[in-house]
């Protein structure tokens, strides 16, 4: 049993590139998050899924776009990478709302130069 | 709005010494409050939770939380920490929005074992 996987683990990226951060769950979580993580600032959420087909908008979307045309996949999308999106993201899924566990992926280390 | 705060950012110890992890959150509502561990270079992993029922909860390596309504807070300790205990520690509230679970994370404390 994987949980969750992420790939790529470390990445750098020039301004104005492109990419996708692949985020896969293996435990039929219907529940899905991308989290950005800076230093002494904790977890933001950037987007979150409740199902196939279904996502929404975090506290801090700007520069991102997910799509969830799975249970098992959601992908962050990085259009034009800034030296703000500089950061590490976790990907995490959980089977319920409310009081359930999120499981987090082991995370992908982004710098944009 | 929901907010967490971990009140220091470090806090060094040495082996074997107590250790108590501060958390204060801001809520007008019911919450369910979650401890989180990141070992270096991995993700998130929970440790423990508070949900309902007795204010005392525990984790499977000695680690303890108490739910404290009045003053708002869910404080970790540990009577007795480890090296293999170096990490650093998020406090979490779940917010119920739409019947989602977003949480919403303090800054992290992170806890340095010295032998």
């Known amino acids: 049993n994987a949980g969750v996987t992420q790939t790529p683990k470390f990445r750098i990226l020039k301004i104005g590139q492109s990419m996708t951060l692949q985020c896969t769950q293996d435990m039929n979580h219907n529940y899905m998050y991308w989290y950005r993580q800076d230093p002494g600032m904790g977890l933001k959420l950037i987007y979150y899924s409740v199902g196939a087909g279904i996502t929404d908008k975090g506290e801090v979307p700007n520069g991102y776009n997910v799509s969830r045309s799975t249970t098992e996949d959601f992908p962050l999308r990085l259009e034009l990478a800034a030296p703000s999106q500089t950061s590490v993201y976790f990907c995490?899924?959980?089977?319920?709302?409310?009081?359930?566990?999120?499981?987090f992926g082991p995370g992908t280390r982004l710098l944009v130069l | 709005a929901q907010s967490v705060t971990q009140l220091d950012s470090q806090v060094p110890v040495f082996e074997e010494a107590p250790v108590e992890l501060r958390c204060n959150y801001s809520s007008s509502v019911s919450v369910y409050l979650f401890w989180y561990v990141q070992y270096p270079n991995q993700g998130l992993q929970l440790l423990l939770k508070?949900?309902?029922?007795?204010?005392l909860v525990e984790s499977i390596n000695g680690f303890e939380a108490e739910f404290n309504k009045s003053q708002t807070s869910f404080h970790l300790r540990k009577p007795s920490v480890h090296i293999s205990d170096t990490a650093e520690y998020f406090c979490a509230v779940s917010l119920l929005s739409g019947g989602y679970n977003k949480l919403i994370f303090g800054a992290g404390t992170r806890l340095a074992v010295h032998p």
């Open positions: 508070y949900l309902s029922g007795s204010t």
């Open positions: 995490a899924s959980s089977y319920l709302a409310g009081v359930e566990t999120q499981y």
